[in-house]
Structures are given as structure tokens and as C-alpha cells.
């Protein structure tokens, strides 16, 4: 299909003394090279499992139990360890929360970018090292010259994010994985962060998975968006689509947490109630306990993935009879 990474019905479990918890039930999505994907929804929706399962990173009790994640074309979700090491170091990066989690303390900040340049490159030792001072002064690090030798802890919490981002992007990988990667930072760096992270992908030509709980980011950052809600994809479409006109109701209900768009979204839909737990999904759409257009169909019946509009959508009222309908008449009040 020609899309760089492509995720097909994934399904992971997590095997426990009262059965089997579906964390990841059946998601499929698709980045194309360059492309910035949002990946969004509550805590424990799933996301960041989603991006550790890309990346071969899962942790075991958790497995991948169905479908498959395709990057380039290749089967990667059942590759040996050793490739999966190695596509990981040199084809997909990831950015975590905590910086710290990506940066050895014990050594400066430039060996790590030489050993991970060297390891997948013939740059010489100098050429190495001048690669890595540039890349310091691409993520925006002051005095690259006298800063490559310094420790992690000799960084402030949003220079280390731009060492992490350096370290990432060092290699030129196709994909970047970013979880949450200003999270953990002042609310003052975030935007930089971001945008720095927008502008150097861009640069690099690396399509990016963005996981955030956060639409604001979202809408200003990327391409397309992914919401998902208790281990399902509820809806995917264009940015601007999504955040203009969601159909579903969930989507619908995190647009209340947009901080700054620049333009009022209208009918809010008020969301009460909490995101299920994996041993309580409900039957049916798991989000019909908080819907207030729930009916007895969406609690029996799993809503499918349907086209709705420029994007699609997993919610009877949209159940592909009339996919052009405008959410704006249907959830006016
Ligand atoms: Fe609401 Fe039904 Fe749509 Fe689920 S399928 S979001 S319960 S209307
Ligand atoms: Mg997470």
C-alpha cells in the first residue's frame, strides 16, 4: 500500500489470574513517510502500549495476540530481538516523557550521540563528533562546542528533551515514536519543544506517531489524529476535520479540552463518568455507559470502523448508510 508503517487489527493481551485483559483490541492504522499522526485519548486508553508495541518494546506478561505491524512492507511485530534492536537504533526513534529514561547519567551527552552516530554509520571518531555538534545546534542547545562534553544532569529538564530529540534524530530514522515527550516539562518549553520536534522531522523527512492526551497539541502539530478510547480506535481523520467537525461522541467530549485553538469549538458534549477498566469493558461500543446518544443497539452491538466525512469513525451514528452526514446538524441541540 506504500505506507511506512501500517498497523492491522493489533490485539494485545495481558494474561491474569482472573483471565485474559484485551488492553489492545483490534487497532489498524496507517502513517505514511513524513507524516505527523496524533495519537490521542485518556490515560490508559492504550496509547503508549500502541507505540511500544511499534518499537518491539512490549514487556511481558503483555503479548501481541492478533494481527500484524508492517514497516516498509516488512513483518516486524514477530522479528528476533537482535533486528528489531537494530531497526530500532537506526529506522525508528523514540522520544519518552522523562527524558532521563533515554540518557545514560554516567556519560557525557556527546559520547552518547558519537556511539549511537558511530554505530550506525562509517563516520569516523571526528566526523562523529562534528555530526553530533551539529545536531546539538540544530535541537537549539547553546555553545554545542562546550556543552557536548557535559552530563545529562548538567542539563535543565527541557535541554535535556532536546538532547533526547538530538539523540533520536542523529541517525535519520524513518519513524519517530513521541510519547508524551513534553509531559514531564515546564509548561513554559512545551510549545518550544514541539515545535522543534515538528520542524526537525519535517527537516529529516521522519514521519512521527505523537502520543499526547492533549488536543491542543494535537491541532497544532499534526497531520491526521488517531483518538482511541479502552483499547479501541474510535475515530481517525485529517487534523483540522477531527478537531472541526468530530463525529464521535467521545472526540467530541476531549475537544472541552482544548486549551487554545484560536476558535471556539461549539455543541461541547459534556462527558461524565470515567474510562472503563480493562476487566470492565462494556458490550457493545465501550464507550455507551457515557454516551449520551447511546441506544440499545450500541450496547450489544461493537460499532465497525465506517467513512465518515474525510475521515472515519467507529459509532452507530455513523454506520456508513450516510457517511457525508454533518455531525454539526446531528449533535446540534
Ligand atoms: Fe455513543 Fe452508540 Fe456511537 Fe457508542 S456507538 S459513541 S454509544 S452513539
Ligand atoms: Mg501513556
Excluded at 530514522?173 to 515538528?198: C, F, G, N, R, Y
Aim: a neutral charge; aromatic letters at 4%.
Amino acid at each position: 500500500s506504500g505506507a511506512l508503517l501500517e498497523v492491522r487489527d493489533l490485539c494485545i493481551e495481558f494474561p491474569t489470574r482472573r483471565g485474559i485483559l484485551k488492553a489492545i483490541d483490534g487497532i489498524s492504522l496507517s502513517l505514511r513517510a513524513g507524516e505527523i499522526l496524533g495519537v490521542v485519548g485518556e490515560s490508559g486508553a492504550g496509547k503508549s502500549l500502541t507505540g511500544t508495541a511499534i518499537t518491539g518494546l512490549l514487556e511481558r506478561p503483555g503479548r501481541i495476540a492478533g494481527g500484524e505491524i508492517r514497516f516498509n512492507g516488512q513483518r516486524i511485530d514477530n522479528l528476533p530481538a537482535e533486528a528489531m534492536r537494530k531497526l530500532r537504533g537506526k529506522q525508528i526513534g523514540s522520544i519518552f516523557q522523562d527524558p532521563l529514561t533515554s540518557l545514560n547519567p554516567l556519560y557525557s551527552v556527546g559520547r552518547q550521540l558519537i556511539e549511537t552516530i558511530r554505530t550506525h554509520t562509517d563516520l569516523t571518531p571526528r566526523q562523529a563528533r562534528a555530526r553530533a555538534i551539529e545536531m546539538l545546534t540544530q535541537v537549539g542547545i547553546p555553545a554545542p562546542e562546550q556543552r557536548i562534553d557535559q552530563y545529562p544532569h548538567q542539563f535543565s529538564g527541557g535541554m535535556r528533551q532536546r538532547v533526547v530529540i538530538a539523540l533520536a534524530l542523529c541517525v535519520n530514522p524513518k519513524l519517530v515514536i513521541a510519547d508524551e515527550p513534553t509531559t514531564a516539562l515546564d509548561v513554559s518549553v512545551q510549545a518550544q519543544i514541539i515545535d522543534l520536534l515538528k520542524t526537525l522531522c519535517r527537516e529529516h523527512g521522519s514521519a512521527v506517531m505523537l502520543v499526547t492526551h492533549d488536543m491542543g497539541v494535537i491541532a497544532e502539530t499534526c497531520d491526521r489524529v488517531a483518538v482511541m478510547y479502552a483499547g479501541r480506535l474510535v475515530e481517525v481523520g485529517p487534523v483540522q476535520e477531527v478537531v472541526k467537525h468530530a463525529r464521535h461522541p467521545y472526540t467530541r467530549g476531549l475537544m472541552g479540552s482544548i486549551p487554545k485553538l484560536g476558535e471556539e469549538v461549539e455543541h461541547l458534549v459534556q462527558i461524565d463518568g470515567a474510562m472503563p477498566r480493562l476487566s470492565h469493558i462494556p458490550q457493545g461500543c465501550a464507550f455507551n455507559p457515557r454516551c449520551p446518544y447511546a441506544t440499545a443497539r450500541c450496547r450489544e452491538e461493537k460499532p465497525e470502523f465506517a467513512l465518515a466525512g474525510r475521515g472515519e469513525v467507529a459509532c452507530w451514528l455513523w454506520d456508513g448508510v450516510n457517511p457525508a452526514t454533518d455531525p454539526d446538524t446531528l449533535f446540534a441541540e
